[in-house]
């Protein structure tokens, strides 16, 4: 019920925005198209420099009505001069709602890629940058390419970023006033600016304007993992191996299986098991495997229980090349390059007897929720935000407004055939397939995984039906197979790869298809246009929604039809109880459909649990993750002064701070740290002022000694230590986070919980790394290079004393030499 009122208020707050756009601006843009026709390019330029100047000149930082509806125009005429394309209104109206920072629900076949024109020109006027952000490199590289033409007719300077870009190329791009990439490349470019060497110039200098194509595949489904940059470890290869096989003795009596967590927990006689066979090996320290030094191999244990019991081949990952590769769970695309975190993907390939890689330390990470706070404005563009904007608003504070399509939307969503079980469901889709491909309709069969697509394409198989199949194993002719899915009697099966980002066009499509033939677009027509055919209903309402848009497009016909049954995942998993039972005692008979509202809505029902526990993770990541990006920009910003500014001045903001917590200390801590100053160990130190004075004389005398390379040492030996602690703080904040997360099952805040443990970790941190550089700084003995060697970089720096391996760590730290500072 209240749901409902809610559904309602929201589509009312929706036509009220869309009328408030139509009405304030859309006239007053159209009423400009004859004026603007007649003038030549170098007028349209100057109208577009003489705005961007008076805006410049007034400091005015928000466009006026007037404006906003010229530069729209301009940018419509100038698109249809160099593209043969003229803005609809309706994409006018998407254009003007990106600029003002919302998410535009826009349907399939609407041209959004001319709609991100818009914000981007109109954010030119105000000298702001935009990233256009999409979800691939192909997208990136093709869209700016293709938009190219208007940013060059009006002197705007445009380009895209790759993975494999070369960096100078890569901050030339980034000095363009558009910028096309896709999100993670984005990212991760942050990411390496904030590791990169004093010498490295940065690449993204600023974050003023984020357009987001795929907006809630980017800000949503990809927000349930944080991103990071990688560097090896040293966690013994065969470790994976000998914990995966003591995971194969156990049976499914010995865990707890959840699936809808993904998560598997040992019950006390797998424990005990587990436990035993550690004991044989001489892998268990101590009695029981939750034993603090047991946590390297309690975590891998974690991570094979997954692997074994959760994570599905052709499913979750395939195996190619010797090596998993991770599915995409919402696109059904390979992910390249990616790997399961935390050991997993290491227990997969003990799983698979595939070469199992290095475990990796995370370097650098950030979640894409933080990340895209970063931007001044962030606005995006989809086929599917609605079911989501509670969300999105949220999370992001970002309002979705659906944007009318251009023509009327007339295809058929017909209601779910379900059926008790899998095999009364699939023998109805295959006659359902018989009778559309007899006809002439071309059909379009949506499944949730690969393993699930190869079974149909068998079912067909066995019926000699011709067909096509589109999955991540088989992707390589995936435009070849979109261009003829819309051609009479077409039969395409496909994983949720062709439900984002694909156009089938009836008819086929003539830019592509060399057979391409006008008489079939009329065929299909008469058929009813494309069916979308569903297998099972996705997790997800919007990934079913994207796999309906593929048919209907810009007013052309279509149907879709999914089909159900109570042996599928979503059904088994999330259904209820009360409905299964329900359904039992109907007593129906083999192959009846059941066909009603109130089921349909149940499975909606089952749907929102899976969405509401979805956005429940991504919430709590971002919660840890807002507790980490206030360390990581204290770090950051240490950082870029270490790099950008005064050195001299950093490191005697450092000294003071240092020798202020340490004089407030205990006694026994001053005089160790005394005796590790080379330079002062014999000198009778007691006040704030002379420990100050001796520092910066031993930095004056080296500044006289050493003017030419003194600023770049300290500059190196600093962000050395910085980095060297930050990334085993990085560390030491998964491993925390790790073991707070069954303190839940304690009665205990698992984020309340990280925030105290992370805030005691950071203050030791910082005073680590003070400590680290006053002692470092001021024990060094910087010898002078040959004339022809003082250009090359500084590899290490001697110390006086030559330490033994077993010697105290001379950082002070207490620790042996071999165990801290010599360990590498």
């Known amino acids: ?144 390419l293709w938009m190219g033409p208007i940013y060059q007719y009006l002197n705007i300077s445009n380009g895209y970023i790759q993975n494999d870009q070369p960096l100078e190329d890569k901050i030339k791009t980034y000095n363009s006033h558009v910028v096309y990439g896709n999100n993670n490349e984005f990212c991760f470019d942050y990411l390496r600016d904030n590791l990169r060497s004093f010498r490295s110039p940065k690449m993204q200098k600023d974050l003023h304007i984020a357009v ?314 008469d058929c009813g246009g494309l069916c979308i055919l569903g297998t099972e209903r996705h997790e997800s309402r919007r990934i079913d929604n994207q796999l309906r848009g593929r048919s209907g497009r810009q007013g052309d016909p279509g149907e879709s039809i999914f089909f159900v049954s109570l042996e599928d995942d979503l059904m088994r998993i999330f259904g209820s109880e009360k409905l299964q039972s329900m359904l039992s005692t109907l007593g129906l008979k083999e192959g009846e459909v059941i066909e009603h509202k109130w089921l349909t809505s149940s499975i909606e029902r089952a749907q929102k649990r899976v969405e509401g526990h979805n956005f429940d993770i991504r919430k709590q990541l971002l919660e840890f993750d807002n507790i980490i990006d206030k360390q990581r920009n204290i770090i950051y910003s240490k950082r870029e002064m270490i790099i950008s500014e005064n050195i001299l001045e950093f490191i005697s903001e450092t000294e003071d701070e240092f020798i202020t917590n340490l004089l407030d200390g205990e006694t026994e801590e001053i005089e160790n740290f005394k005796k590790t100053l080379t330079h002062l160990k014999d000198n009778e130190l007691k006040e704030k002022k002379e420990y100050l004075e001796q520092f910066n004389k031993i930095k004056s005398d080296n500044l006289k000694k050493h003017s030419d390379v003194y600023e770049q040492i300290l500059r190196q030996v600093t962000l050395t230590i910085l980095d060297k602690n930050w990334h085993n703080h990085i560390q030491e904040l998964t491993n925390i986070r790790m073991s707070v997360s069954l303190s839940g099952y304690a009665g205990k805040d698992p984020v309340n919980e990280f925030r105290k443990a992370s805030f005691s970790a950071f203050n030791q941190l910082i005073y680590e790394i003070q400590k680290q550089i006053v002692l470092v700084l001021n024990n060094m003995n910087i010898q002078n290079q040959p004339e022809d060697n003082q250009t090359k970089p500084i590899e290490s720096l001697p110390i006086n004393k030559k330490v033994g391996r077993n010697d105290p760590c001379p950082c002070g730290s207490g620790k042996k030499y071999k165990h801290c500072c010599g360990k590498n």
């Open 1 to 144: 019920m209240f749901q409902k009122i809610n559904d309602f208020l929201s589509s009312r707050k929706n036509s009220k925005l869309i009328n408030e756009i139509s009405n304030k601006y859309l006239q007053k843009v159209n009423s400009f198209e004859d004026e603007l026709r007649s003038l030549s390019q170098d007028d349209l330029i100057n109208k577009i420099y003489d705005l961007k100047k008076s805006y410049s000149e007034n400091k005015i930082r928000e466009l006026i009505e007037l404006d906003i509806c010229l530069i729209c125009a301009i940018t419509r005429e100038v698109a249809n001069r160099t593209l043969g394309l003229r803005h609809f209104d309706s994409q006018i109206i998407g254009g003007i709602a990106l600029y003002h920072g919302l998410i535009a629900e826009m349907k399939t076949g609407e041209g959004k890629t001319l709609v991100a024109t818009i914000p981007i020109i109109l954010n030119f006027i105000l000298d702001k940058k935009v990233h256009l952000i999409t979800v691939n490199d192909y997208l990136a590289k093709r869209d700016s």
């Open 212 to 525: 987001i194509d795929e907006a809630d595949s980017v800000l949503i489904d990809e927000s349930r993992s944080p991103l990071g940059i990688s560097g090896p470890v040293n966690t013994p290869i065969q470790l994976f191996k000998t914990c995966y096989e003591l995971t194969e003795n156990l049976n499914l009596d010995d865990v707890e299986i959840n699936e809808e967590r993904k998560n598997v927990l040992l019950k006390d006689n797998g424990i005990k098991k587990i436990e035993f066979n550690l004991k044989k090996i001489n892998l268990l320290r101590g009695n029981s495997l939750f034993d603090n030094e047991n946590l390297e191999v309690y975590q891998i244990i974690n991570q094979s229980l997954k692997a074994r019991f959760i994570f599905i081949k052709d499913k979750d990952y395939i195996v190619k090349n010797d090596q998993i590769i991770v599915i995409d769970e919402f696109s059904g695309r390979l992910s390249q390059g990616r790997r399961f975190g935390e050991g997993l993907h290491q227990s997969l390939e003990a799983k698979e007897n595939v070469k199992i890689q290095s475990e990796s330390i995370t370097l650098a990470s950030i979640t894409f929720q933080n990340y895209f706070k970063k931007y001044e404005k962030i606005s995006g563009m989809t086929g599917t935000a609605l079911t989501e904007a509670e969300e999105l608003l949220e999370i992001y504070g970002l309002s979705v407004v659906e944007v009318p399509t251009n023509k009327p939307m007339i295809r058929k969503d017909l209601n779910d055939q379900i059926y008790k079980t899998s095999d009364e469901k699939n023998q109805a889709i295959l006659e359902l397939v018989k009778k559309k491909h007899a006809s002439g309709q071309p059909l379009l069969i949506g499944t949730t995984s690969i393993e699930k697509s190869n079974f149909i394409s068998k079912l067909l198989e066995k019926s000699h039906i011709p067909h096509n199949v589109l999955n991540a194993k088989n992707h390589e002719n995936e435009a070849e197979i979109i261009a003829s899915a819309g051609k009479p009697s077409q039969i395409t099966v496909a994983t949720n790869m062709a439900g984002r980002g694909t156009d089938i066009k009836i008819g086929g499509n003539p830019e592509i298809d060399k057979d391409f033939n006008e008489a079939d677009y009329q065929k299909v027509i």
